[in-house]
T-cell receptor, first 114, second 110 residues
């Protein structure tokens, strides 16, 4: 049982490049989400999904796309990277949308855009 | 402006000391969580509180949810170096997603 896995661990992009951050969970959780963490800002919700085929925007969705074709995978796509997207990105999952469910985080992807 | 404020921002103490960190908001939350995050890792959930005035204990950690459900505190007794990390609170209003505070970075020196 690996929990929530994220790849890559580190990535450097040039402005305008695109890439996909991968996230997978093996706990059969319905609810998955993407956060970014910046110094002094806490974690901010980018996009989330309440089940396969269903996604919605969070607090800071601009510049990011997501899809959820399977329960296990929830990739985050940067369409045209900008220096403002330099951050640490965390994927998380929990069994359902209810607040009582424990949320599990992946180890993060540290992204630098030059 | 942040929906959730945490204080202090940084705290450095000696092993064996007690400490309290705070999480405050002007909003009422249905649920509030505390996480600990170590360098290079994702946050790990410590506790969820849902009832105003609720107190939960986890070994040397005591969590309290304010009566009005707008604030919370985390008290650590006899801190140990293993308690070092970033402590995050996260609150959710009914029907909405969790919002995270900026965190308190704790360093416990041996």
């Amino acid at each position: 049982n690996a929990g929530v896995t994220q790849t890559p661990k580190f990535q450097v992009l040039k402005t305008g490049q695109s890439m996909t951050l991968q996230c997978a969970q093996d706990m059969n959780h319905e609810y998955m989400s993407w956060y970014r963490q910046d110094p002094g800002m806490g974690l901010r919700l980018i996009h989330y999904s309440v089940g396969a085929g269903i996604t919605d925007q969070g607090e800071v969705p601009n510049g990011y796309n997501v899809s959820r074709s399977t329960t296990e995978d929830f990739p985050l796509r940067l369409l045209s990277a900008a220096p403002s997207q330099t951050s640490v990105y965390f994927c998380a999952s929990r069994r359902g949308q209810g607040f009582s469910y424990e949320q599990y985080f992946g180890p993060g992807t540290r992204l630098t855009v030059t | 402006t942040q929906l959730l404020e945490q204080s202090p921002q940084f705290l450095s103490i000696q092993e064996g000391e007690n400490l309290t960190v705070y999480c405050n908001s002007s909003s009422v939350f249905s649920s509030l969580q505390w996480y600990r995050q170590e360098p290079g890792e994702g946050p790990v959930l410590l506790v969820t509180v849902v009832t105003g005035g609720e107190v939960k204990k986890l070994k040397r950690l005591t969590f309290q949810f304010g009566d009005a459900r707008k604030d919370s505190s985390l008290h650590i007794t006899a801190a140990q170096p293993g308690d070092t990390g970033l402590y995050l609170c996260a609150g959710a209003r009914y029907g909405q997603n969790f919002v995270f505070g900026p965190g308190t970075r704790l360093s416990v020196l041996p």
